[in-house]
C-alpha cells in the first residue's frame, strides 16, 4: 500500500490505556456491523445454514484474535472459500461430512505453522499484494453501489465477478439502474457524503465512528418513514435479514454438529488439504496486505497466524461454522476505523454472540444502504488514484503485475486472481533475470581498455542466451574480465560455455580472457590477464596530456557513482617490487578531499603530497622533483578546494593584522598562512563587514583559486628541474578547484593573477 493511500503512519508508541480501548470499542462495533451481513450472506452463497455464518465470525472474533499475533486482522468467514465450501459439501454429500473436512483442514493448519511454512508469505510481490488490496476496493465499490440503492438481488458477501443467479458484478450493476429504491437510495448516498464529509470535518477526532453515526441515522429515518406510513420506508429485503432464534438453546439446537462417521471416507481427506492450502493462502495474502494498511506499520508473525487459523477452524468445524480465514474487507474496515490492538477483533466477535441473541430485531432495522456506504468508502481508500499513480511511476515491472492482479481479481475470484498476478509476476522476474544475469560496462585502465562483465548472484541455464550474445559482442583483439566475485552459483552449462569460449574462441578472435572470482569447486582457475596499475611500460607510453584525461575521467567515475572495480590486493602485490606512478598530486591536508578516492584512482598510480593549503614550499618541491625527474611522473597537479579552513584563516588573519601562532597558539602554522595569505589582493574584498555568509565563502573560494595559481607560478619558479621538464614536454603543470558538495574537479586552465 502507497504512503499516498495508506493510513498516516503513527510512531511506534504505546497507546495509553484508555485511549487504546476507546479506538479498540469504536473499530470493534464498526466492524460488527459491516461483519454481521457479510456472514449472513457468505453463508447464504455457500450454501450452508444462516447460523454457520454467524459461528464463524464468533469464533473468528473470540478465539483467533487471542491466537493471533496480528493486532489489526479480523477473521470470519471468507468469500474466497464459497466455491470451495459449494464443491466439496456436493462432493461429499452434505454439509455434516464436511464439517469434519473443515475440522481436519484445521488440524493441517496448525501442522504448517508448527513446520513454519508461513515463509511462503515473503515471495509474494509487493506488487501484487499492492493489486490484491486495490482489486478488493473496487469490487467492494462496484458490488456496494447497488445495495446502496435498494437493488439487493446478490447477497451481501459476495465477492466473485460470476453470481450464482448467473449474472456477474457488472450485469449486476446494469440491472441496479432500473431497480431503484427511493428510500434506500436517500439513506445510502446521505451516508456516503456523510462519511466522505467526515474526515475533512472538526468530528474526525469524535470517539464516536462515523459509520455508527450512518448507521443509527439510517435506522431512524427509515423507523420515521415506517411510522408516517411513507412509500418511501424500506422493506425487509433491503434491511439485515438475521434469522431470530428464542435464547440461547434454540440457537444451539439450529446448529449442525459434524458427521463424525464421515471420517472413514477417503474424499475427506482431499477435501481437508483443499481447505487448508487455499484458507491458508488467502490468509497469509491478507495478512501481508493488512501489515501493510497498518498505519504502526507493525509485522504480524505468519506461522502463529496459520495455528491460529488452524485452531478456529477446528473448533468452527465442531460447532457446525464455516472455513475461517483473515478477511481482507473487515481487517481494512477495522483499520479505516481506528483500532490499535486485536481487542477491536474480540469486541466484534463479542457483539456478534450476544446482540445476535439477545438483540435481533434490531439489527434487522439496520438499513444494507448505510452498511454499502461504509464499505463503499473503505472500498475508494482502498483503491485511491493515488495508489495507481505510484505503481505507474515505479515502472512497467511493477504496474503490470500489479495491474493484472486487480483485473484478474476483478473478474475471477480473489484466489484465482492473485495466481494470475503471481504468475505475471514470476514471468517478469523470469525476463528479467534472463535478460539481466550480468552487468557489462567497459573499463578504460592504464593498460587498455577492458569489458568487464559481472555476473549476478545466481547464474543459471536460462541466462546462457544472454551470455553467448555478450561474448559474441566482445571487440577482436579486446579485453574481457568475467568476474564472479559476488556470484554464489555458476550452472554447469554456463561453466562449459566460459571455458569454450576462453580455449577456442578467444584464440581464434584474439582476445584476452581473465577470471576473477571463480571459486575452486568449478575447477577453473582465476586468471589475470590486463593491466590495472601502472607499470613501467605503461608510465613510458604515457604523455601528459593523457595522464591529464585519466584524471578527468577518474573524476568522472568518482561524481557518477561508476568507479572502476578493482582488485586492491593484487594491486599492492603488483607495485611492491617497484613503482612507476602516473602524476603527482599536491592537495590540502582538509579529510573531505581524498585524492585517489576523488580521481579514482588505484595503487601505485600516483604520488599524493598533502599540505594545509595546498602550498609549495622547499620539501615539497624536492618531492616533486623525485616523483617526475627520478620516478617519472607525467603530470603535476596541484588541487585546492572549495570551504578550504586554511585560505579562510588566512583571510580572517590578513583583515584583523594578527598572526596565527598568536591566534591559535600553533607556533608553526604562520608559514603556511603567510604563503596563502600572497594570494590575496588588497582591496578585492567586499567593503565594509561582510554581506552574508555566502558571500564570505564566495570571497574565500576565490583565493582559494588564486592560491593554487599562486603555487603553480612558484613552482615553476623555483623549481629548475621541473621547469626544464615541463619546457621539454615529459611533464605538464595544471592547477584545478574541488568541490566538496558536488565532488567535482574543474581545471584552472590559465589564471591571470592582479598586481
Not at 204 to 220: E, M, Q, R, T, Y
Not at 270 to 292: F, R
Not at 471 to 479: E, S
Request: charged letters at 15%; proline letters at 4%.
Amino acid at each position: 500500500m502507497s504512503e499516498t493511500n495508506a493510513p498516516t503512519p503513527v510512531p511506534s508508541v504505546p497507546l495509553s490505556g484508555w485511549n487504546s480501548l476507546t479506538k479498540d470499542l469504536a473499530g470493534g462495533l464498526v466492524v460488527f456491523l459491516v461483519a454481521l451481513p457479510l456472514c449472513l450472506g457468505i453463508a447464504l452463497a455457500s450454501g450452508a445454514p444462516m447460523v454457520a455464518g454467524i459461528v464463524s465470525g464468533v469464533v473468528g472474533g473470540l478465539l483467533v484474535s487471542w491466537l493471533s499475533g496480528s493486532h489489526t486482522s479480523v477473521s470470519g468467514p471468507a468469500a474466497g472459500l464459497v466455491a470451495v465450501v459449494l464443491g466439496q459439501v456436493a462432493v461429499l454429500g452434505s454439509y455434516e461430512a464436511f464439517l469434519v473436512a473443515v475440522i481436519m483442514a484445521g488440524a493441517i493448519q496448525i501442522l504448517l505453522g508448527a513446520l513454519r511454512a508461513g515463509f511462503i508469505a515473503a515471495f509474494f510481490p509487493s506488487s501484487v499484494i499492492k493489486g490484491l488490496l486495490a482489486a478488493i476496493g473496487l469490487i467492494l465499490i462496484l458490488k456496494q453501489i447497488p445495495h446502496m440503492v435498494g437493488h439487493d438481488a446478490d447477497p451481501e458477501g459476495s465477492m466473485g465477478f460470476l453470481q450464482a443467479d448467473g449474472k456477474n458484478t457488472l450485469s449486476e450493476l446494469f440491472s441496479s439502474l432500473f431497480d431503484l429504491d427511493a428510500g434506500a437510495m436517500m439513506i445510502g448516498l446521505v451516508s456516503l457524503a456523510i462519511l466522505l464529509a467526515w474526515d475533512r470535518s472538526r468530528f474526525k477526532k469524535s470517539l464516536i465512528p462515523a459509520p455508527l453515526v450512518v448507521v443509527l441515522l439510517g435506522v431512524a429515518v427509515n423507523l420515521v418513514l415506517k411510522a408516517k406510513g411513507s412509500s418511501w420506508a424500506i422493506g425487509t429485503s433491503h434491511l439485515v435479514q438475521l434469522p431470530t432464534v428464542a435464547g440461547i438453546g434454540e440457537f444451539l439446537q439450529a446448529l449442525p454438529s459434524p458427521d463424525l462417521k464421515a471420517f472413514g471416507n477417503p474424499a475427506i481427506i482431499m477435501a481437508a488439504v483443499t481447505i487448508a492450502v487455499v484458507a491458508s493462502l488467502e490468509t497469509l495474502l491478507n495478512l501481508e496486505a493488512v501489515d501493510k494498511l497498518d498505519p504502526r506499520k507493525r509485522v504480524s508473525p505468519p506461522n502463529r497466524e496459520l495455528m491460529a487459523q488452524g485452531a478456529g477452524n477446528i473448533v468452527s468445524g465442531l460447532l457446525g461454522g464455516l472455513p475461517i480465514t483473515s478477511v481482507i474487507v473487515r481487517s481494512s474496515v477495522n483499520i479505516n476505523a481506528g483500532a490499535a490492538t486485536r481487542l477491536s477483533a474480540f469486541f466484534h466477535g463479542a457483539l456478534l454472540a450476544l446482540l445476535v441473541l439477545f438483540a435481533p430485531r434490531w439489527l434487522n432495522e439496520i438499513p444494507l444502504a448505510s452498511l454499502a456506504a461504509v464499505l463503499i468508502v473503505t472500498g475508494l481508500k482502498l483503491a485511491s488514484p493515488a495508489l495507481f499513480r505510484q505503481m505507474w511511476a515505479e515502472g512497467r515491472s511493477q504496474f503490470v503485475p500489479f495491474i493484472v492482479t486487480v483485473l484478474a481479481i476483478v473478474f475471477t475470484d480473489l484466489l484465482i486472481g492473485v495466481l494470475i498476478g503471481l504468475g505475471t509476476g514470476l514471468a517478469f522476474i523470469l525476463h528479467s533475470n534472463y535478460r539481466r544475469p550480468l552487468l557489462r560496462f567497459m573499463e578504460r585502465h592504464a593498460g587498455g581498455d577492458v569489458l568487464r562483465i559481472e555476473f549476478s548472484n545466481q547464474v543459471s541455464f536460462l541466462n546462457r542466451a544472454v551470455l553467448e550474445q555478450a561474448l559474441d559482442a566482445v571487440p577482436t583483439n579486446g579485453h574481457v574480465v568475467l568476474d564472479a566475485r559476488n556470484t554464489d552459483y555458476i550452472d554447469p552449462d554456463i561453466l562449459d560455455l566460459i571455458e569454450d569460449f576462453r580455449k577456442q574462441t578467444a584464440p581464434a578472435r584474439n582476445l584476452k580472457v581473465s577470471l576473477m572470482g571463480f571459486k575452486d569447486r568449478y575447477v577453473m582457475e582465476d586468471e589475470i590477464q590486463y593491466v590495472d596499475v601502472s607499470t613501467r611500460e605503461v608510465q613510458a607510453q604515457l604523455t601528459p596530456e593523457r595522464v591529464l584525461q585519466f584524471l578527468k575521467e577518474g573524476n568522472e567515475r568518482f561524481v557518477t557513482g561508476r568507479r572502476l572495480t578493482r582488485d586492491l590486493a593484487r594491486q599492492v602485490d603488483a607495485t611492491s617490487a617497484a613503482q612507476y606512478p602516473m602524476a603527482v598530486v599536491l592537495s590540502c591536508i582538509d579529510s573531505r578531499s581524498p585524492v585517489e578516492l576523488i580521481f579514482d584512482m588505484g595503487v601505485g598510480d600516483a604520488f599524493v603530497i598533502r599540505i594545509a593549503g595546498n602550498v609549495a614550499k622547499e620539501k615539497v618541491l624536492g618531492s616533486m622533483e623525485f616523483a617526475c625527474a627520478v620516478a617519472g611522473a607525467r603530470l603535476v597537479l596541484v588541487m585546492g578546494h572549495t570551504s578550504c579552513g586554511a585560505v579562510k584563516a588566512a583571510v580572517e588573519l590578513f583583515e584583523t593584522g594578527n598572526t596565527a601562532s598568536k591566534a591559535t597558539g600553533c607556533e608553526h602554522l604562520d608559514s603556511l598562512i603567510n604563503e596563502i595569505q600572497k594570494s590575496i589582493v588588497p582591496g578585492t574584498k567586499p567593503h565594509g563587514d561582510w554581506v552574508t555568509k555566502e558571500t564570505k565563502l564566495i570571497y574565500v573560494d576565490d583565493v582559494a583559486k588564486r592560491n593554487v595559481a599562486t603555487t603553480i607560478a612558484y613552482i615553476r619558479s623555483a623549481s629548475r628541474t621541473l621547469r626544464e621538464l615541463e619546457a621539454s614536454g615529459k611533464i605538464a603543470i595544471h592547477g584545478s578547484m574541488y568541490d566538496i558538495k558536488t565532488g567535482r574537479v574543474t581545471y584552472l586552465e590559465e589564471i591571470t593573477l592582479k598586481a
